[in-house]
Nanobody, 122 residues
Framework: VQLQACGGGLVQAGGSLRLSCTAS????????MGWFRQAPGKEREFVTA????????YYANSVKGRFTISRDNAGNTVYLQMNSLKPEDTAVYYC????????????????WGQGTQVTVSS
């Protein structure tokens, strides 16, 4: 699986962005998909994940109520809608895929996109 993320940018605090991650391959619908982020000088952290047929969603406490993950299996795409953005959301955001089941640990994901920068100004 190859992943391509896009949609990052510069936004003011309180604003919104929508990230997209498009996958190649015919088995996209069998993967758990996740979003992680990494700020400068910090470890990569879990943001959210979604089960293969969207029945189960997982969120980090820091983004719960503000971010929404969704997926379109027909279009091989997973989305991250980010609302009420805060300066502390500034990071490079990565999409990732695993066929081993849900995990919030980045090292459990086998496939990664290239990352897209999100910068939230105060």
């Amino acid at each position: 699986v190859q992943l391509q993320a896009c949609g990052g940018g510069l936004v003011q605090a309180g604003g919104s962005l929508r990230l997209s991650c498009t996958a190649s391959g015919r088995t996209f619908s069998s993967y758990y998909m996740g979003w992680f982020r990494q700020a400068p000088g910090k470890e990569r952290e879990f943001v959210t994940a979604i089960s293969p047929i969207s029945r189960i969603l997982y969120y980090a406490n820091s983004v719960k109520g503000r971010f929404t993950i969704s997926r379109d299996n027909a279009g091989n795409t997973v989305y991250l809608q980010m609302n009420s953005l805060k300066p502390e959301d500034t990071a490079v955001y990565y999409c990732a895929a695993t066929d081993e089941g849900y995990s919030s640990n980045w090292y459990d994901y086998e496939y990664w996109g290239q990352g897209t920068q999100v910068t939230v100004s105060s």
